[in-house]
């Protein structure tokens, strides 16, 4: 299994820009999962879904657009990028929610000039 | 509501023991646990259920007290590996705490 897989890796975009970072699992977990890690500060749930054809925003969901079409996959759409949008962005998935472990994917660096 | 982790950072020598606690404001159903080192993903360590009992990864514990709702992480003869930033999370889409960073030096 490869697990939680994210791409790309690092993506520098222009201010008003547009992207989508990728998210995918072949662990057959129902639950997926957005946030964003600004350095030394903690993880910000921006959306989540709990199965395909269901999602809801976290924390912070301002800015971004989530589509879950598919058990395996969790797109995550930045629309007219900002700076404040500079930040790690990692994508997780759990079997269930509450007691169930979340495995995280590798991130995406993401620099908005 | 983002739990309340403390202390913000901790330095150790090898082998010395550290506390690393986490409160909620609000009532907790179960606490996750994860080290994240500098560059990577957070990693799981365990999570801990109500009513349930105290779990332990390796040398690492952590306990859970309903009443209070608060779990405390206990690290027992660090080692070099034990370098990281330690998270708590609660569930209701798993609100993280700010980290606490641990530093374990030779």
């Known amino acids: 299994n490869a697990g939680v897989t994210q791409t790309p890796k690092f993506r520098i975009l222009k201010i008003g820009q547009s992207m989508t970072l990728q998210c995918a699992q072949d662990?057959?977990?129902?639950?997926m999962y957005w946030y964003r890690q600004d350095p030394g500060m903690g993880l910000k749930l921006i959306y989540y879904s709990v199965g395909a054809g269901i999602t809801d925003k976290g924390e912070v969901p301002n800015g971004y657009n989530v589509s879950r079409s598919t058990t395996e996959d969790f797109p995550l759409r930045l629309e007219l990028a900002a700076p404040s949008q500079t930040s790690v962005y990692f994508c997780a998935s759990s079997y269930g929610s509450r007691a169930d472990t979340q495995y995280f994917g590798p991130g995406t660096r993401l620099t908005v000039l | 509501q983002q739990p309340v982790q403390s202390p913000q950072a901790v330095i150790l020598r090898e082998g010395e023991d550290a506390v690393i606690n986490c409160s909620s404001s609000k009532a907790l159903y179960s606490v996750h646990w994860y080290r994240q080192k500098h560059g990577e993903a957070p990693v799981f360590l365990m999570i801990?259920?109500?009513?349930?009992e105290q779990m332990r990864h390796e040398k690492i514990s952590a306990s859970f007290n309903e009443k209070k709702q608060q779990s405390s992480l206990y690290l027992t003869a660090s080692q070099l590996s034990y370098s990281g930033t330690y998270f708590c999370?609660?569930?209701?889409?798993?609100?993280f705490g700010a980290g606490t960073i641990l530093r374990v030096k030779s």
């Open positions: 662990m057959n977990h129902n639950y």
């Open positions: 999370g609660t569930e209701n889409k798993l609100v």
């Open positions: 801990l259920l109500k009513g349930g």
